[in-house]
């Protein structure tokens, strides 16, 4: 039988919103800045806020190769304090990821974000609505007080998906994960020593 609970036709809602949007052809999607896509003001921040390098990943819940990637520049964060990091979600992998991904930024009121992050990203199991929303209670997160924040402030937090798909698009990715760091542009799963050396250059 279907789940009919308000709760989840909330998220289905939001879902829908997003995923009804037609992709845009490249040349509707103007070029983004540095600025724009290092600094929006509606996506939380982890590492060092005032960070001297901000390094941004385009990515998804469900993405194997975001989450190794996600590893190893943790790994690389441990040793540098100076590093800013910005994840746009991307949810390339459907309903479920875009469930994820909203409920993330949702978290944030709660000041969980980094917990919820955290947990997702390393998560080995297969994501679904539910089992995203156990380990989220895992991490501390309130479930049922993200959904009410993610019905509440939906029209922001969809439109932060929005502007990370045109911004996806209009870099031309091809997928996820997809990094710029400082002002290079990386597309493909980075190693730690990949990140140390974009990094570098950055800096440089």
């Known amino acids: 039988m279907p789940d009919?609970?308000?709760?989840?036709?909330?998220?289905?809602?939001?879902?829908?919103?997003?995923?009804?949007?037609?992709?845009?052809?490249?040349?509707?999607?103007?070029?983004?800045?540095?600025?724009?896509?290092?600094?929006?003001?509606?996506?939380?921040?982890?590492?060092?806020?005032d960070g001297d390098v901000t390094v941004v990943e385009f990515t998804d819940y469900q993405c194997p190769y975001c989450k190794l990637s996600f590893l190893q520049l943790s790994e690389v964060m441990k040793e540098d304090t100076g590093i800013r990091l910005v994840l746009r979600d991307w949810p390339i992998f459907g309903e479920v990821s875009r469930n994820a991904a909203l409920l993330t930024l949702a978290a944030n009121s709660q000041g969980r974000y980094a917990d919820a992050v955290q947990t997702l990203m390393t998560a080995r199991e297969k994501l679904t609505f539910r089992s995203t929303a156990n380990l989220l209670d895992e991490a501390g997160v309130d479930v049922e007080r993200a959904r009410g924040d993610l019905q509440a402030r939906q029209d922001v937090l969809v439109g932060v998906l929005q502007r990370n798909e045109a911004q996806a698009s209009a870099l031309q990715l091809q997928g996820t994960p997809g990094f710029l760091i400082g002002k290079a542009l990386y597309k493909r799963g980075m190693t730690s020593d990949d990140f140390r050396k974009a990094i570098a250059r950055a800096r440089a």
Do not use: C, T, Y
């Open 4 to 49: 009919r609970s308000p709760n989840r036709r909330h998220i289905l809602k939001a879902v829908a919103a997003l995923g009804a949007l037609a992709p845009l052809p490249l040349w509707a999607n103007p070029m983004p800045s540095v600025e724009e896509v290092a600094f929006d003001p509606d996506i939380p921040v982890l590492g060092n806020a």
